[in-house]
Antibody, heavy 121, light 108 residues
Framework: QVQLQESGPGLVQPSETLALTCTVS????????WTWIRQPPGKGLEWIGY??????TTYNPSLMSRLIISVDTSKQFSLKLSFVTAADTAVYYC????????????????WGKGTTVTVSS | SYELTQPPSVSVSPGQTASIPCSGD??????ACWYQQKPGQSPVLVIY???KRPSGIPERFSGSNSGNTATLTISGTQAMDEADYYC???????????FGGGTKLTVL
């Protein structure tokens, strides 16, 4: 059973870079897609982007200019969001994205517990 | 961009049936899925591929998708079902994940 755990600093200074890591246990990154989602306080879920173990990425257009998602090892992938502001304060989740051979049946079947990131000086 | 719309809140009495709609342009031509999120917890997949339940999800959870609306139905709603529910679909033209805004289900 795959499990995910997010890690990273809980406090980031405005205009700095937010860096988070997701560690995969009970499986490997190989042959899967992995995604980041965030949830600002009291608000809904926002898709950030996803990556395939091959390194190919797709990003939310609203974040694309500041975002890098990468695979670090066979067990970890990461998110870097630059020039953060208070609007980037949120709980950040990593999740495994299930992708069908054909069609549009895409969904997240495993989620991490989330990590809270606050942007403040 | 593709958008999914959910009502902010739905109320239901214990033991009754709750229906949570999710609307989007020609949503019935795509697959929809649903997540349950309780306070302080991460989302949990409760329905995928319109109407399939992952292992461990109670049978009282069901889904449908036709026309412009996908619906999550909870039969015999229990107090433990009180949570936020999010629909999600795939925008095949952009290869983006799309979430609805979420619906708070209150059981009272």
């Amino acid at each position: 059973q795959v499990q995910l755990q997010e890690s990273g600093p809980g406090l980031v200074q405005p205009s700095e870079t937010l860096a988070l890591t997701c560690t995969v246990s009970g499986g490997s990154i190989s042959s899967h897609y992995w995604t980041w989602i965030r949830q600002p306080p009291g608000k809904g879920l926002e898709w950030i982007g996803y990556i395939h173990n091959s390194g190919s990425t797709t990003y939310n257009p609203s974040l694309m200019s500041r975002l890098i998602i990468s695979v670090d090892t066979s067990k970890q992938f990461s998110l870097k969001l630059s020039f953060v502001t208070a609007a980037d304060t949120a709980v950040y989740y990593c999740a495994k994205l299930v992708t069908p051979p054909v069609g549009t049946n895409y969904y997240m079947d495993v989620w991490g517990k989330g990590t809270t990131v606050t942007v403040s000086s | 961009s593709y958008e999914l719309t959910q009502p902010p809140s739905v109320s239901v009495s214990p033991g009754q049936t709750a229906s949570i709609p999710c609307s989007g342009d020609k949503l019935g031509l795509r697959y929809a899925c649903w997540y349950q999120q309780k306070p302080g917890q991460s989302p949990v997949l409760v329905i995928y591929q319109d109407n399939k339940r992952p292992s461990g999800i109670p049978e009282r959870f069901s889904g449908s998708n036709s026309g412009n609306t996908a619906t999550l139905t909870i039969s015999g709603t229990q107090a433990m079902d009180e949570a936020d529910y999010y629909c999600q679909a795939w925008n095949s033209s952009t290869a983006h994940v799309v979430f609805g805004g979420g619906t708070k289900l209150t059981v009272l």
